[in-house]
């Protein structure tokens, strides 16, 4: 059994005695004793097997030894096991209703019955809660708020909106005056495109006070747990933000612990060990030394932790970027020297995905104009909707060719400083036909196909709709290839490794749509497009000005694929992608 399963089952066993009222104390002993078995580097089944003395370990104590024993010879704990027979599971949910403490929860579970979040709500809206003792209208009121920031606390939060509030957090946090050093880690800092909760690191001068600070944050509505150097909050929104106190010596260590992913970390961990050293959230030390035994970066054999990279120096290794870390390619590519320089939001030239006023945009193509000239890009392709998409306005030919029309005027202009691409995303029919003929399609300097329409469809049928369209002459790329909506809505059905076999085949190139709701492809299949050499093109598929300031979540998407400028095709010049697509390898 692994050391976080065993943190796991002991936290349990604290909410379900909390639950029942237990003694605080011996709370804080399972909790502490978690906390201590997560972040320990040795394992506590392989100690427990060895006949090991647990009690010797920092934080944890004869209790929690007792049952670590009990979990790791039996796989279980007969006492969590008696708690759940009197306790349903989703009484647990209760908890996590501000201002809702366990002894109120059993209260309501005792004498009304209620087991979850929704019975609870309909207790509180059937005003039968404020007749309990200890319980009043007002409660009733704050419980019902309470429920509504419960029962989103499970949702994963796109990037955007983590993005949104770690910019809120971080400018709030800087007014106090204790603040040395502040990080975000966690899935944040991996550029995840979701993210479950926030994981804050922070250096002070004193640490209360910037835990106040925190505390006293606006839309913090529930201070979940607050100790000597964590303070775990929900917002308003239901966002949990987890903040620990690290000190100067073990600030680059704990970063690259609470930064992950986890698998990461334990090959981390391995190779330290076969260097006879141990890193942990403290520091990186030598194996038996004092600094080692007691975790405490100021005493004998304590190697690094400063900074981050220290860390993965002292185990002979280049510092690896965040994104990076999810134990892919990137301990084979540090072992080779070969750590790739990552795609920068710098490098990209062109827009080639975007909506106007024609189709589902709000802006004109004369303001799209001005706004990427605004953030530096040297070309854009205005893609409106094809005639199918009629609820977006979608184009007639006739009204394309008008629109193109309108572009060589413009073009004329613009004197050749900026170049505006006659273009169109052309939905891929649910009869595998493009939906403009093919003569128009020919005049186009640039052509997205999309599926919109028939994602109900089979495996088979969709992606032979999809390898229709890349064997189309004037189709030069896919648009966001899996139809995915973040949270909203799955992938529809599609080969997408027979998508990609099939662009190489025929020249073509697949989207990365960096829209926060799609990220689509994923990181996952832009490596895979990667390694079959396909590039990317990294596009807003804005349908405002503002939709550019996206294009920063599409390259860090494409940064977890472990893409650089040369697998991205609008880091080059429209030349130089018209030479691409002609299959002229001269132009850059
Ligand atoms: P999330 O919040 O679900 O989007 O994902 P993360 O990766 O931010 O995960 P989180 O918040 O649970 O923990 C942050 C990092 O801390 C995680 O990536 C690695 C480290 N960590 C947390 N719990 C454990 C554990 O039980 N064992 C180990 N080895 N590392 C852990
Ligand atoms: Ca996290
Ligand atoms: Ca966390
Ligand atoms: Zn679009």
Redesign the pocket.
């Given at each position: 059994m692994e050391?976080?399963k065993i943190?796991d089952r002991l936290e349990h066993l604290a909410a379900l005695l909390e639950f029942q009222g237990a003694n605080p104390f011996r709370l804080r002993a399972y909790r502490q004793g978690a906390e201590a078995i997560?972040a320990s580097a040795t394992a506590v089944a392989a100690a427990v097997e060895s006949g090991e003395d647990l009690t010797a370990w920092a934080g944890i104590g004869d209790s929690v030894a007792e049952k670590c024993r009990e979990l790791v010879q039996t796989g279980q704990l007969q006492q969590i096991q008696e708690l759940e027979q009197q306790i349903p599971p989703t009484v647990l949910d209760l908890l996590r209703v501000p201002n809702l403490g366990p002894k109120k929860a059993a209260v309501l579970f005792r004498d009304l019955g209620i087991e979850n979040l929704d019975q609870l709500r309909e207790a509180c809206q059937a005003q039968k809660v404020r007749g309990l003792k200890g319980f009043g209208a007002k409660t009733e009121a704050l419980l019902l708020a309470g429920i509504e920031i419960a029962a989103q606390a499970n949702l994963?939060w796109r990037i955007n909106d983590a993005d949104q509030m770690v910019h809120a957090l971080r400018e709030h946090l800087s007014a106090c005056s204790a603040l040395q050093r502040l990080e975000f880690?966690?899935?944040?800092r991996?550029g995840?495109e979701?993210?479950?909760?926030l994981?804050l690191l922070v250096l002070a001068t004193d640490g209360a006070a910037v835990m106040d600070q925190l505390a006293g944050f606006a839309p913090v509505a529930q201070v979940i747990a607050r100790g000597g150097t964590k303070l775990s909050v929900r917002l308003d929104n239901g966002f949990q933000v987890?903040l620990r106190l690290v000190g100067p010596k073990s600030f680059g260590a704990a970063l690259q612990?609470?930064?992950?992913?986890?698998q990461h970390?334990?090959e981390l961990r391995h190779r330290a060990k076969q260097r006879d050293l141990k890193i942990n959230e403290w520091g990186v030390f030598r194996l038996g030394s004092p600094a080692e035994l007691a975790n405490d970066p100021d005493l004998d054999g304590w190697v690094a932790g400063r900074e981050e990279a220290d860390v993965y120096a002292a185990v002979g290794l280049p510092w690896i970027d965040p994104r990076l870390r999810e134990l892919r390619d990137e301990y084979a590519w540090a072992d080779r020297d070969a750590l790739p320089r990552l795609i920068q939001v710098s490098d990209i030239r062109g827009d080639l995905h975007m909506h106007t006023v024609a189709s589902d945009g709000e802006n004109t193509i004369l303001e799209m104009v001005a706004a990427a000239r605004e953030r530096g890009l040297d070309y854009i392709a205005i893609t409106d909707h094809s005639q199918r998409v009629s609820v977006a306005a979608g184009l007639t030919p006739e009204r394309l060719l008008r629109q193109w029309e309108e572009i060589d005027r413009l073009n004329a202009t613009l004197g050749g400083e900026f170049r505006i691409l006659k273009s169109i995303e052309c939905d891929i029919l649910e009869d595998g036909r493009m939906d403009l003929p093919d003569d128009v399609l020919a005049r186009a300097d640039w052509v997205m196909a999309s599926v919109h329409f028939g994602i109900k469809q089979s495996r088979e049928q969709i992606t032979a709709r999809i390898l229709g369209a890349i064997e189309h002459p004037s189709v030069s790329a896919i648009s966001h290839p899996t139809g995915r909506l973040i949270n909203r809505r799955p992938a529809y059905e599609v080969d997408i490794p027979a998508v990609i076999e099939h662009a190489a085949k025929h020249r073509k190139i697949l989207e990365l749509n960096a829209s926060p709701k799609r990220l689509d492809l994923d990181d996952l299949h832009v490596r895979m497009a990667r390694l079959a050499g396909v590039p990317i093109v990294i596009s807003t598929d804005s349908h405002a000005v503002g939709g550019f300031d996206n294009l920063r979540f599409g390259v860090q998407q494409a940064q977890r694929g472990g893409l650089s400028r040369e697998h991205v095709i609008n880091t080059r010049s429209w030349p130089g992608i018209q030479a691409w697509l002609r299959g002229d390898a001269s132009q850059d």
């Open positions: 050391n976080g943190a997560r994963r880690a966690g899935s944040f991996r995840k979701t993210v479950g909760d994981d987890d612990y609470f930064t992950g992913s986890q970390n334990v």
